[in-house]
């Protein structure tokens, strides 16, 4: 005589249908923030350095304060965009450059960048490449502050840079005082810094989640109040909140003006 299967056996079978026939789990899909960063008002002229310090070698190199870069045209270099949230999902793109080795050069008696970006997971390679001594002083706040001596045509490695800093922080020459840079630290890729012609783009980005963007200038501290022409515009701790497409966000021209750069 046939018997029928038992409930505990009939409502598995269901549930291994309704399983069957569910869709599979959406993959993260990714996008880029892009924009142009532009001084709204005329900028003087950087000023001179007056190189005073082994003049034989820096003297030459006819060097200006880089505190503020601004082309002709007005397009505002080495500003930082980055993203400030603690926890944010990092593309599988990212993954073969978090060990890589990111360098600070001491180069014609400047930092070269004059804006360095480290994720906690890569180290920091100081160099000298002038035929004069430098030493390189880091300003930290989370990580251990440090000053290291180098002599010419040398170079040293840093390591265990591993926690995330909040804002750029100072770096300098106790030897040629003229020299400064910035240098920020982070837990994620998602930072960039502007390039001469003023623009930055930040890639695979996660689509589809909010992310809170930190725009910050080394002279004007954070950048308060910037905006485009369209919706986009900075809070007053220079923050902005924005849930992005896949694809890609063009932010077209943010224009910071002029006086922000006056304090």
């Known amino acids: 005589m046939f018997r029928s299967a038992s409930p505990l056996l009939h409502g598995l079978a269901v549930v291994g249908c309704v399983l069957a026939i569910a869709p599979p789990a959406r993959a993260q899909q990714w996008a880029t923030l892009k924009g142009h960063l532009v001084v709204d008002g005329k900028m003087g002229s950087p000023a001179p350095v007056n190189a005073d310090k082994d003049v034989a070698v820096c003297g030459k190199q006819k060097l200006v304060d880089e505190k503020v870069v601004v082309s002709p045209a007005g397009d505002l270099a080495n500003a930082v965009v980055y993203v400030r949230d603690k926890s944010v999902e990092v593309s599988p ?49 989370k990580n251990d502050s440090f000053n290291d001596m180098l002599p010419a045509s040398q170079s040293l490695k840093k390591t265990g840079l591993s926690k995330e800093e909040t804002l750029p922080l100072n770096v300098s020459c106790s030897i040629h005082p003229w020299m ?46 910037i905006k485009n022409d369209k919706d986009f515009a900075t809070d007053g701790k220079g923050r902005v909140k924005l849930t992005l497409k896949p694809g890609v966000t063009d932010l077209g021209t943010i224009k910071i003006p002029s006086g922000a750069f006056e304090r």
Do not use: M
């Not at 001491?106 to 100081?126: A, G």
């Not at 980005?205 to 930190?214: D, N, R, S, T, Y």
């Open 93 to 141: 793109e990212y993954a073969k450059t978090a060990k890589d080795e990111v360098v600070l050069d001491n180069k014609d008696c400047r930092f070269e960048p004059h804006v360095v970006i480290l994720r906690t997971t890569q180290s920091l390679l100081l160099k000298n490449s002038d035929p004069v001594g430098h030493n390189t002083k880091v300003d930290l706040i």
């Open 180 to 225: 400064n840079a910035v240098i920020l630290i982070r837990n994620n890729p998602y930072a960039e810094v502007s390039k001469a012609d003023g623009t930055f783009e930040i890639k695979d980005l996660p689509a589809g989640v909010e992310l809170e963007f930190q725009f910050w200038q080394e002279k004007a501290g954070n950048l308060k109040n």
